[in-house]
């Protein structure tokens, strides 16, 4: 758990921190357990301009989402909540909208938030139908996720949380860290 919560501190690469263990290990045992259009969270910041910016605190500690599983979720005010699509490969590799896809689509889904509620879903470069997306309605408790979800009409426009101008890469691209802060740049 401490892992979890100080991983701002002591994260020098988002590709090295996430195929790490045990944070693998657990991506591995979510895969087995859960339904194949699940979605894994991985990280949260913003867009500050042309730049992604990591640089919030995790506000629920991590979540029991399964009786069998343990992963770290947690809600962000404003800003942008991302989630690892869930692949029956357990290695994690970092794609941009405007880059090729593989078979493996980290941050393929992305959410808008404000006040704590949901505003937008992104896969890809698309806006996802809210109908097809799986919402909660309420903050994560220290529960289990319920197994209903509700959308609530949504009454804040936001732009996209990313466009196709920003890239989302670690293998060729570079990632730097500065006061604590870390952001991807064009």
Same mark, same amino acid.
């Given at each position: 758990?401490?892992? =979890? @919560?100080?991983? !701002?501190?002591?994260?020098?690469? !988002? ?36 730049? !992604?910016? =990591? ?7 991590? $979540?029991?989402? *399964? ?13 942008f909540?991302?989630?690892? *699509? ?12 405007? $880059? ?10 992305? =959410?808008?938030?404000?006040?704590? *509620?949901?505003? $937008? ?5 698309? %806006?996802?139908? $809210? ?6 309605d309420?903050? @994560? ?7 209903? =979800? ?9 732009? !996209?949380?990313?466009?196709? /101008? ?11 860290? /500065?006061?604590? %802060? ?5």
């Amino acid at each position: 758990m401490e892992k =979890f @919560l100080k991983w !701002l501190e002591v994260v020098e690469n !988002l590709e090295t921190y996430i195929l790490a263990e045990p944070i693998l290990e657990y991506l591995r045992k979510f895969d087995e357990i859960t339904d194949p259009n699940e979605y894994v969270l991985y990280v949260e910041g913003r867009l500050e301009g042309r730049s !992604l910016i =990591f640089d919030r605190e995790p506000l629920v500690p991590p $979540q029991h989402l *399964h009786e069998k599983a343990v992963m770290p979720f947690w809600v962000p005010h404003d800003g942008f909540w991302g989630f690892i *699509h869930k692949h029956p490969y357990p290695f994690i590799r970092f794609s941009g909208p405007d $880059q090729s896809y593989t078979h493996m689509y980290p941050f393929a889904v992305a =959410f808008l938030w404000c006040g704590g *509620h949901i505003v $937008q879903a992104i896969y890809r470069d698309m %806006v996802i139908a $809210q109908e097809k997306v799986k919402i909660l309605d309420m903050p @994560l408790k220290n529960t289990n996720l319920p197994e209903k =979800f509700e959308f609530k009409e949504k009454e804040i426009a936001f732009p !996209l949380i990313w466009d196709k /101008r920003v890239k989302l890469e670690t293998k060729y691209f570079s990632i730097e860290k /500065r006061n604590k %802060v870390m952001w991807i740049d064009k």
